[in-house]
């Protein structure tokens, strides 16, 4: 589906894409200010996001002509919130303690490569010659700006398990975006996508329930402040801003306006962290996101985009 691509929508879905590419900005600040854990941080993030995804959960569920979600249905929207915000959003907290907030961009964003990768292997849909183009595009871009990373960053004995981490994030989250286009038409986006973080939530609580003492947690008031930020900052209103330009500009010109994510990153993570920019990283950087635009561009649905 083509929508005009107007103004405001543009405006919309450009600063939206900016506020999510904040996201690792605020973890790594997070990470070198509080020294907390992985699971710590993305529970407070989920923890300060879930009565946003409460709220929208009622209202949406209490709209008329709401379709009734089957339990097989249930099943699957829990399993792909699992995978999209619980278990790839761990991986990718994790790999941001060791590596540098523009490589973790660069790599995450490899994820439509391999939604494609998948829908190829497991349902068999063949690919084309642009998309073959574009996956070497993307994986060439992945090598040289790695290549000159770990050529920068020599001194970093967890550098290669952190990269695995967020290939590990990126791949997860690819099996939550092939779910979703399988069930979002049935269940409705904004539905699907307030139920999936809320399963996640439920994922991520257990979790720190589980490896972690509730009494000896100390909420303060650094803690807090980096919490709320990547809760409501990089998380509930640019999801809010990305689905509202869907609806007004359509899928495919929000997904060209969102491949600003990694070069918003590496500017922030440059002027914020400290975080050097080099050719290699430039060069990679411009590969895969032309590589990613060209899978976009021969997208013909229209549902929405999540983002990370």
């Given at each position: 589906m083509n929508k005009k691509l107007n103004l405001a929508g543009f405006g919309i879905a450009l600063f939206g894409a900016i506020l999510f590419s904040t996201k690792a900005i605020f973890v790594k600040l997070a990470f070198h200010a509080t020294?907390?854990?992985a699971i710590t941080l993305l529970g407070l993030r989920m923890l300060f996001s879930f009565p946003f995804y409460v709220v929208i959960a009622v209202?949406?569920?209490?709209?008329?002509?709401?379709?009734?979600?089957?339990?097989?249905?249930?099943?699957?929207?829990?399993?792909?919130g699992l995978?999209?915000?619980?278990?790839?959003?761990?991986?990718?907290?994790?790999?941001?303690?060791?590596?540098?907030?523009?490589?973790?961009r660069l790599i995450l964003f490899l994820y439509p490569t391999f939604s494609v990768l998948i829908n190829t292997l497991i349902f068999k849909i063949k690919l084309n010659r642009t998309q073959i183009i574009a996956l070497l595009l993307t994986y060439l871009g992945i090598g040289l700006a790695y290549y000159g990373e770990f050529?920068?960053?020599?001194?970093?004995?967890?550098?290669?398990?952190?990269?695995?981490?967020?290939?590990?994030?990126?791949?997860?989250?690819?099996?939550?975006?092939?779910?979703?286009?399988?069930?979002?038409?049935?269940?409705?986006?904004?539905?699907?996508?307030?139920?999936?973080?809320?399963?996640?939530?439920?994922?991520?609580?257990?979790?720190?329930?589980?490896?972690?003492?509730?009494?000896?947690f100390i909420f303060t008031p650094m803690l807090i402040g980096y919490g709320?930020?990547?809760?409501?900052?990089?998380?509930?209103?640019?999801?809010?801003?990305?689905?509202?330009?869907?609806?007004?500009?359509?899928?495919?010109?929000?997904?060209?306006?969102?491949?600003?994510?990694?070069v918003s990153t590496i500017v922030q993570a440059h002027y914020i962290l400290g975080e050097?920019?080099?050719?290699?990283?430039?060069?990679?950087?411009?590969?895969?996101?032309?590589?990613?635009?060209?899978?976009?561009?021969?997208?013909?649905?229209?549902?929405?985009?999540?983002?990370?």
């Open positions: 020294h907390t854990d209202v949406s569920s209490r709209k008329e002509g709401a379709v009734s979600i089957t339990p097989k249905q249930w099943f699957y929207i829990g399993l792909m995978f999209g915000y619980y278990i790839s959003s761990l991986f990718d907290f994790i790999g941001l303690q060791y590596i540098t907030a523009g490589l973790e050529k920068l960053d020599t001194s970093n004995p967890n550098f290669l398990f952190g990269s695995l981490m967020i290939f590990l994030c990126s791949i997860t989250y690819s099996f939550y975006l092939v779910g979703t286009g399988r069930l979002v038409n049935k269940v409705g986006s904004t539905r699907y996508t307030t139920y999936a973080m809320l399963f996640a939530t439920l994922g991520i609580f257990t979790h720190y329930a589980i490896s972690k003492p509730l009494t000896g709320s930020a990547l809760a409501i900052i990089a998380t509930v209103i640019p999801s809010f801003m990305i689905s509202y330009a869907m609806k007004n500009i359509g899928s495919n010109n929000v997904s060209i306006i969102t491949s600003i994510g990694p050097k920019i080099f050719t290699e990283q430039i060069a990679g950087t411009f590969l895969v996101v032309i590589g990613v635009l060209l899978i976009g561009w021969k997208s013909n649905s229209d549902e929405t985009i999540p983002n990370k």
